[in-house]
């Protein structure tokens, strides 16, 4: 019969499972633009001399770009204002982001001047003077402006007699901006010598500069005015936009632009639910050979996190990005890791109380990783938090679709895969046969590592020099090599092409130097089987010059499609670079801080060196790749940090507890011990993650790949370097500053009792 707890669990999987199924079945998740196709802009505003650019002006700004992005008749736009500065909006289905860019970016900063004199061509400007130049290209001096767009109430476009005519704009001014209007007039017309004219401006380029009528010089200005120039209908039209719009009381500059087609987000979407699927089936049938019984069952809780997982998505209405499909893919490995403590703690349990049965087995082991799991869940859970503060773009999206998937992974393992496992061992056959649960039994490799085992520590001063020696290669390919850091960290602008013809890559490059970029880099790829895929990457192009680009190539492939345009200012990418840099060292010090005050320092240097070393020759295989370093490849780097801390975590607890029940064996034994009692963990995990990674790697499309590749490099390297590096540095370390109980300021403290207080937790705490 279930116990109360037991019955609650239930209760509550069921509950969970029920109300996420209904949401996940009646909802549709909110796809980013990287998934669904359209361009995304990221503005930000600057302060003038007379305006400052803060939170206030910004929203101003935000509502004048909301009626702009309006009258262009996109279909359900967002903006935002993101901090103090920034407003991000998302135009879904806009392919071509050269008009959006134009009319949206555009300051609009209608100013209206007095035309002081007309200086002589080429004449230099006189102190605190300024020379524009007219509609005409002449020079003109202007003075101070007298008015600026916040006076003018409306503007329409239209031609000056019944239809025939040039188009103009007509302009009424409201009452701020008839005093104005009518003081500029009047200084206009006391200036006879330039003319009487005056000058208007807009985002400091003279639109028109004429002269004053006698009739508005006797009027005194007036209450509304005309704007000619050589307009068309659509000139006219959007000037009128813009100013009826409202002016923007700060001026703006696009720091960012990204565009993705339809087809690209669509084939990702496709792509990673295969890895999704193929992961998990993957995975199961792993578990399910190691574990068996309790494997199936870990197996359909798996099933029960994509559930859980997807439904929190849509009740929370976050937005599902590309790289948050991986971090969703990710946190299946997580939820495997820990169905994987609970497993191996209950075989031990069950090997040294056999008597007792399955279920105080596997309840010891549920109850005894608890607190592993907590702590390998805060790891990721820091992780993914200092992607969504100091990362940009999609891989946003990555942070809380991973925070997500660790909080439904560890709900699945412990509550889900708990109650499941709970009633299969209490089933008669499973009891009168333990051996199909899976837990029953330590198994020839565990027999043999704890009986014959090899004596790893004996040179510990080994694995340190090969771990330099790695380490120092991987530096030379980082220095000599260098880096492919991407836009996000350099700026710049990076296209990608689709074409249905095979595009030799010098080919490409002839067509693009031809039309006038010689220093671009292009490279090609095969797409996915029936498309070519060209890159194109520049330091700077303007919108007009990425469609000339794309003409060029359409001139020597077929059916040439842009498949994606990222554009990073250069004031963002060093921000982007310098928030990495930051990213990585909180993670580092975050993790040093965290060990310190679980174990003692020489234990957390250890585990930080050793994980620090991991990171170096990921980068290092990067860069004798030559892969490119983007924010995606921070966002693996920043979850191989959190990986690579939870094995060592567990192999420094099970130091820490044979310590704790022997002080006086020798350390090097202890913790050579620790490793081999812990190594069908520390492999099994790493397996189950292993072939998630290797689906998304083949299945998840080249903007997966890398990522996926990054990650199943951290951990095959993590691994070697907890059972290795960690340990060995723990031991030199240990033995040149030993712990001593009986010194005066150790007496209240004893870091190898920590948890003392507690059960005794074997393998983990």
């Known amino acids: 019969m279930a116990s109360r707890p037991s019955l609650w669990r239930a209760i509550a999987a069921f509950a969970v499972v029920a109300a996420t199924l209904a949401l996940a079945l009646t909802s549709s998740a909110k796809l980013g633009l990287d998934l669904r196709g359209g361009t995304q802009i990221v503005l930000e505003t600057q302060s003038t001399d007379r305006v400052t650019a803060d939170a206030e002006a910004t929203d101003r700004a935000l509502e004048v770009l909301r009626g702009r992005v309006d009258a262009l008749g996109v279909s359900e736009p967002t903006l935002a204002r993101s901090g ?27 100013t209206f001047h007095e035309v002081l004199r007309v200086p002589e061509p080429n004449a230099e400007p006189q102190k605190s003077e300024r020379i524009v130049k007219d509609e005409d290209g002449g020079p003109i001096v202007v003075g101070k402006p007298l008015l600026d767009g916040n006076g003018v109430s409306d503007a329409v476009a239209t031609t000056p007699e019944q239809g025939v005519g040039q188009w103009v704009v007509n302009v009424d001014f409201n009452g701020e901006g008839r005093d104005g209007w009518g003081q500029l007039v009047s200084d206009a017309c006391a200036n006879q010598e330039a003319g009487q004219r005056v000058a208007i401006l807009l985002d400091d380029e003279v639109i028109s ?26 000139s006219a039209s959007d000037l009128a936009v813009l100013i009826k719009g409202g002016a923007l009381p700060v001026p703006v500059e696009v720091i960012e632009q990204r565009t993705v087609g339809p087809t690209l987000g669509e084939a990702a979407i496709d792509a ?69 403590l609970v497993f191996e703690r209950a075989r031990e349990e069950y090997a040294a109380r056999e008597h007792a049965g399955l279920s105080p087995a596997l309840s010891t082991g549920f109850s005894k990783a608890w607190s592993a799991i907590i702590d390998s869940n805060v790891t990721t859970l820091l992780a993914a938090a200092l992607l969504f503060f100091l990362a940009s773009g999609p891989v946003k999206g990555f942070g809380v679709t991973l925070s997500i998937g660790v909080l439904a992974s560890m709900f699945s393992a412990l509550v889900v895969a708990r109650v499941l496992s709970e009633w299969a061992v209490r089933r008669g056959p499973v009891r009168a046969r333990p051996g199909i649960s899976g837990i029953a039994g330590e198994g020839r490799l565990r027999r043999w590592l704890t009986e014959d085992g090899p004596d790893l520590m004996r040179r510990s001063g080994t694995w340190i020099v090969v771990t330099v020696l790695v380490g120092v290669v991987s530096v030379i390919g980082i220095v000599g090599r260098g880096l492919d850091l991407g836009v996000e960290f350099t700026g710049g602008r990076l296209l990608e092409f689709s074409t249905s013809t095979t595009l030799d890559p010098e080919t490409a490059r002839e067509a693009v130097s031809d039309a006038g970029f010689p220093a671009a880099v292009v490279q090609s790829s095969s797409g996915d089987g029936e498309t070519e895929n060209v890159t194109v990457r520049s330091s700077e192009l303007t919108n007009d010059e990425a469609f000339e680009i794309e003409q060029a190539l359409g ?29 990585f060292a909180v993670a580092i010090a975050a993790q040093m801080l965290y060990l310190a ?51 060592t975590i567990v192999v420094f607890d099970r130091i820490r507890e044979h310590t704790r029940e022997d002080r006086g064996r020798p350390l090097r034994t202890v913790v050579n011990e620790a490793i081999l009692q812990t190594i069908p963990r520390t492999v099994n995990t790493g397996l189950g993650a292993m072939f998630i990674l290797a689906a998304l790697a083949v299945l998840g499309g080249s903007s997966l790949t890398d990522f996926a590749i990054a990650l199943l490099l951290g951990l095959s390297i993590g691994i070697l370097s907890t059972i290795f590096t960690a340990s060995a540095l723990a031991v030199v370390l240990e033995e040149r500053w030993p712990y001593d109980p009986t010194a005066p300021k150790n007496r209240t403290v004893d870091p190898y009792a920590h948890v003392s207080d507690r059960p005794s937790d074997g393998a983990v705490v």
């Open 272 to 340: 990673s639910i295969e890895a999704a699927i193929i992961g998990i089936a993957l995975t199961g049938l792993f578990i399910l050979f190691v574990y068996r019984l309790l494997g199936l069952m870990a197996t359909i809780a798996l099933a029960a996190y994509a559930v859980i997982a997807y439904g929190t998505l849509v009740w929370l209405g976050a937005t599902l990005t590309l790289p948050g499909l991986a971090g969703f893919v990710l946190a299946i490995g997580l939820a495997i890791d820990a169905n994987v």
């Open 84 to 110: 103090e500065k920034r407003i991000i909006i998302e135009l879904p289905g806009v392919q071509d982001p050269r008009e959006a860019a134009e009319v949206i970016g555009k300051t609009a900063q209608l």
């Open 597 to 647: 005050w679980r174990f003692r320092w020489t234990f957390a240097a250890s585990a930080v060196l050793s994980m620090s070393s991991v990171v170096l020759t990921v980068v290092g295989v990067f860069a004798w790749w030559g892969k490119p370093i983007d924010g995606v490849f921070l966002a693996a780097v920043l979850s191989i940090i959190g990986l690579a801390v939870n094995d």
């Open 209 to 234: 500069s004429p002269g004053v009528v006698p009739e508005l010089c006797a009027a005194g200005g007036g209450a509304a005015t005309s704007i000619s120039g050589s307009f068309t209908q659509a």
């Open 555 to 583: 001139t020597v492939a077929e059916d040439v499609t842009k498949e994606r345009d990222e554009l990073i200012g250069p004031s963002l990418g060093d921000e982007l670079r310098n928030k990495a840099l930051i990213a």
